[in-house]
Antibody
Framework: EMQLVESGGGLVRPGGSLRLSCVAS????????MHWVRQAPGEGLEWVSR????????TYADSVRGRFTISRDNAKNTLYLQMDSLRLDDTALYYC???????????????WGQGTMVTVSS | EIVLTQSPGTLSLSPGESATLSCRAS???????LVWYQQKPGQPPRLLIY???SRTTGIPDRFSGSGSGTDFTLTINRLEPEDFAVYYC????????FGPGTKVAIK
């Protein structure tokens, strides 16, 4: 069974830092792009960041660019999100998500973790 | 920047009825890039449809996607109790983005 398990969330003060981790199992982690997607309480989904297979190509939402860093360790089947200069509006459930390329040439986010909650509050 | 709009915000229906959910893009997009997800309370989203039309493994055929250009539709025929949820469309691309969602509620 394909599985993604996030950890590292918690309560942090504005301006603080957190590092999220996501351990993958049940598939060959190194063969998939990976994403972080977040969801503020009671709100919709917001894409945060994406990394390619070896982590050398990364993209970010405007709202987190320059503050968050996505990375991966394929030897450990682990995806990371380093979050610095955290703001109140970063409060959300952060999902680790697998990117899948279908034979048709379309891609989508097909495996989601349960999420880890990040609360930024003074 | 392409913006996705979903309508209606909430759809109140009874089991057995059909639901028609709309996703509109502010510019023409490739059908290959349009994705639909379902999210139930307390659960992560689940992939339903990719490439605008293709159901992913395990999704019943009462779910169907259609559309092109700027207008896309998710149709759910014969609503089952487990179909009442929030549905998001997504533009997959270099900078993916989600629509605001449509809640399908029990009438």
């Amino acid at each position: 069974e394909m599985q993604l398990v996030e950890s590292g969330g918690g309560l942090v003060r504005p301006g603080g830092s957190l590092r999220l981790s996501c351990v993958a199992s049940g598939f060959t982690f190194s063969k998939n792009w990976m994403h972080w997607v977040r969801q503020a309480p009671g709100e919709g989904l917001e894409w945060v960041s994406r990394t390619t297979l070896d982590g050398t190509d990364t993209t970010y939402a405007d709202s987190v660019r320059g503050r968050f860093t996505i990375s991966r360790d394929n030897a450990k089947n682990t995806l990371y999100l380093q979050m610095d200069s955290l703001r109140l509006d970063d409060t959300a459930l952060y999902y680790c998500v697998r990117d899948h390329l279908f034979p048709s040439g379309s891609s989508a986010l097909d495996v989601w973790g349960q999420g880890t909650m990040v609360t930024v509050s003074s | 920047e392409i913006v996705l709009t979903q309508s209606p915000g909430t759809l109140s229906l009874s089991p057995g009825e059909s639901a028609t959910l709309s996703c509109r893009a502010s510019q023409t997009i490739s059908s290959n890039s349009l994705v639909w997800y379902q999210q139930k309370p307390g659960q992560p989203p689940r992939l339903l449809i990719y490439g605008a039309y293709s159901r992913t493994t395990g999704i019943p055929d009462r779910f169907s996607g259609s559309g092109s250009g700027t207008d896309f539709t998710l149709t759910i025929n014969r609503l089952e109790p487990e179909d009442f949820a929030v549905y998001y469309c997504q533009l997959y691309g270099n900078s993916p983005r989600f629509g605001p969602g449509t809640k399908v509620a029990i009438k």
